[in-house]
């Protein structure tokens, strides 16, 4: 996640409910979390310093201009955007899928770091069946 946009925070406090993802193709974790999946969260370059039950997931997929504006008029106080609702819409519009995953008994955990070898370096999510394997025990 993005450091100074103090998401993590967020997630702990209970304010932002709902993890979005929006993508162009289907990339993790589309078809992959499920509810009762465990979700850590770490902010780019830092350590996994927090986790969060999924409750619910939704997913879109080429969706229309209305659908869009549906789901931002009903999810956007959850979600938390950093930016109004019409910058939001202007920005997805470019993707075509959209994935929904709400939160649940979020927590700081103890902080670890991750290796993400075979992941890609630039990956924004990693799904994996146990977090200790890719977990790096210092």
């Excluded at 979700?39 to 996994?48: C, P, Q």
């Excluded at 070898?117 to 146990?130: D, K, L, Q, S, Y």
Aim: glycine share 4%; hydrophobic share 40%.
């Amino acid at each position: 996640m993005n450091k100074s946009w103090k998401l993590i925070p967020k997630i702990i406090s209970g304010e932002k409910k709902i993890e979005s993802r929006w993508y162009k193709s289907k990339v993790a974790p589309w078809n992959r979390i499920q509810v009762g999946d465990v979700v850590y969260f770490k902010d780019a370059g830092e350590k996994v310093t927090a986790k969060a039950e999924v409750e619910k997931v939704l997913q879109f997929e080429n969706y229309d201009e209305n659908k869009l504006q549906e789901i931002i008029n009903q999810y956007y106080s959850q979600i938390c955007f950093r930016f109004p609702p019409e910058k939001v819409i202007d920005w997805a519009k470019e993707k075509k899928h959209c994935i929904l995953i709400f939160l649940k008994n979020s927590s700081v955990i103890e902080h670890f770091q991750i290796n993400k070898t075979g992941f890609g370096n630039a990956c924004a999510w990693i799904c994996v069946e146990n977090i200790e394997k890719i977990k790096i025990n210092t």
